[in-house]
């Protein structure tokens, strides 16, 4: 009885035997004549502009409702932890809804970090970034135009480095919360957690949606919390006040260095794809 028990749960850690998928092609020209580029494309673009719609309108409700020349109450509207759930939430929705057509990254970050672990090509990746870039645009065009009066008052949902910080602070903590949030996408979407546990559900929107819930907690006091590149350049084009372009360059390069920390830590040091590569080497010598 013992030796078929024995027998039955090598079969079943056989059936869950995992193999990493080859990785993406380094620059993917073939990938240019396939529709379902272009489809990924258009949902990236879409979803990032309802992302940006209705979080920036979350933001600039909530500085009115808390504008002291209008409502003394200092605890009116949604508060930090409303505009959190706004923005975990619609990364949760869209990126359950886009998951299965483009991935959804919605964020140039995630994209890079991506690309970085070869999960996607370069063509790819840079399509992305464009589709989301435009979107943010869009989305926030949305807001403008619908609440040009409030949006222009309330300073459009531009991310800018709050008073009495420094500009390594900022950087540090945009590099931080994105490392979190990449970190998280990689952990959330590992094909072989899926292999090994796959006796527990998960949903994979739903830690990507945490995760950018309690760093805007926690980096909103600081910089507004970008995190995101798409959503920062969004309201700095369509604000386009001196202001949102002083510190910019942190909403760029911090989600890029903690990407790319993270690409680095999830694919080398956890799943130590370096180690496997050399030593798949050295048996075939």
């Known amino acids: 009885m013992a030796k078929e028990d024995e027998e039955i749960g090598k079969t079943e850690m056989t059936a869950k035997d995992y193999h990493d998928p080859p990785p993406a092609a380094l620059i993917g020209i073939n990938e240019l004549g396939k529709w379902?580029?272009?489809?990924?494309v258009i949902a990236e673009f879409i979803a990032t502009l309802l992302f940006l719609y209705v979080t920036i309108l979350t933001v600039i409700g909530y500085k009115a409702q808390t504008d002291p020349t209008k409502n003394p109450d200092v605890c009116a509207?949604?508060?930090?932890?409303?505009?959190?759930?706004?923005?975990?939430?619609?990364?949760?929705?869209?990126?359950?809804?886009?998951?299965?057509?483009?991935?959804?990254h919605l964020n140039p970050a995630v994209t890079f970090g991506l690309f970085l672990a070869r999960k996607v090509s370069l063509i790819r990746a840079v399509m992305y970034m464009i589709a989301q870039c435009l979107g943010a645009i869009c989305g926030v065009g949305l807001v403008k135009a619908f609440q040009t009066s409030y949006f222009n008052k309330y300073g459009g949902g531009a991310n800018e480095l709050a008073d009495g910080y420094s500009k390594g602070v900022g950087l540090a903590a945009e590099i931080i919360g994105t490392f979190v949030l990449v970190y998280t996408v990689f952990s959330a979407t590992d094909p072989k957690r899926n292999a090994r546990d796959s006796h527990v559900p998960v949903l994979a929107p739903l830690p990507i949606g945490f995760a950018v819930f309690v760093v805007i907690l926690a980096t909103v006091p600081i910089t507004g919390t970008g995190i995101n590149p798409a959503r920062s350049f969004g309201a700095a084009v369509i604000y386009n006040q001196q202001k949102a372009w002083d510190d910019h360059w942190m909403f760029w390069v911090g989600p890029f260095l903690g990407a790319a920390i993270a690409a680095f830590y999830h694919q080398y040091i956890l799943r130590a794809s370096f180690i496997k590569a050399l030593g798949s080497f050295r048996s075939n010598v």
Do not use: D, E, K, N
């Open 36 to 40: 379902s580029l272009y489809r990924a």
């Open 77 to 104: 509207g949604v508060g930090i932890l409303g505009i959190a759930w706004s923005f975990g939430g619609m990364i949760f929705v869209l990126v359950y809804c886009t998951a299965g057509i483009s991935g959804g």
